[in-house]
């Protein structure tokens, strides 16, 4: 791994943390490849019984780089246009990944949690999270939807009147709001998280590890995120190609209110 994600095995607990704090943990494709290296490295341990999931600095993380979407060319050709469904499958892979690690994972947020950032945290089975983080799926705002489990994930946890009015309006909520409508199962005292993650982990390790492994199995898979996961992937598809899109992104990086025409 390139050091953007570091991992750290204490006893039972394997954490994994987003290395990237002068970026506010901001996602990139390395990133994303570290951090699947790192989800496979913790299935492989041995007597890991909890991973916890964190960001190193001031946030959990800032969402995708966007800086890393003028990349795309490069990494998929120049027609990557075409090749949107394969750009999300690949993305899909690590939140799927994480998912369906059978050990249970929780995702310590902190500062911010936006975007693809968030997308991740739902792909925990547990999120604990200080006062005061603010969550987001922004993806509405920049033209696109979110592609990576978010609209799944959310709507499965929140259901749909919320997950809608969360996702087309693309707004930031409190971590407050987020424990009350069940994105978030705990709070902590920002001095405390570490100590809260910790205690909850203790608990889980109580329990026996294949009995939790296989409930784990059960619940998720009385959901089908399958189904969900290739809408998401057949919407992106669409809206990639969008001016709306182009101005969105732009409108991102100049920090600067996008101007969307319906195009």
């Not at 050709?77 to 690590?94: F, K, P, S, V």
């Not at 603010?134 to 920049?142: D, F, I, N, S, V």
Request: hydrophobic share 45%; glycine share 10%; net charge negative.
């Amino acid at each position: 791994m390139s050091g953007l994600v570091t991992t750290e095995q204490t006893g039972a607990i394997f954490r994994i943390t987003l290395n990237r704090p002068e970026k506010r943990n901001a996602i990139s494709w390395q990133v994303g490849q570290d951090l699947r290296a790192a989800i496979d490295q913790a299935a492989s341990a041995s007597g890991v019984r909890v991973v916890v999931l964190s960001g190193a600095g001031s946030v959990f993380s800032a969402g995708i780089d966007l800086g890393d979407l003028m990349d795309l060319p490069n990494r998929y050709g120049e027609h990557w246009l075409r090749q949107m469904r394969t750009i999300t499958d690949d993305w899909q892979a690590l939140t799927t990944r994480l998912e369906r690690l059978e050990i249970p994972t929780i995702a310590a947020l902190h500062g911010m949690c936006l975007g693809l950032g968030l997308e991740i945290a739902l792909a925990c089975d547990f999120r604990i999270a200080a006062q005061g983080t603010k969550l987001a799926l922004p993806e509405t705002r920049l033209g696109i939807v979110p592609d990576v489990g978010g609209t799944t994930r959310l709507t499965r946890l929140v259901g749909v009147g919320r997950a809608k009015e969360l996702i087309m309006t693309g707004r930031t909520f409190s971590a407050t709001d987020a424990e009350r409508w069940g994105v978030v199962n705990q709070l902590a005292d920002a001095d405390d998280l570490n100590t809260v993650v910790q205690a909850f982990a203790d608990e889980l390790i109580l329990a026996a590890p294949l009995a939790v492994g296989m409930a784990k199995r059960v619940i998720d898979g009385m959901f089908d995120v399958d189904r969900g996961l290739l809408l998401e992937g057949w919407a992106q598809s669409q809206l990639i190609r969008t001016a709306d899109f182009s101005e969105g992104v732009q409108a991102a990086i100049a920090r600067r209110a996008a101007e969307f025409k319906g195009e």
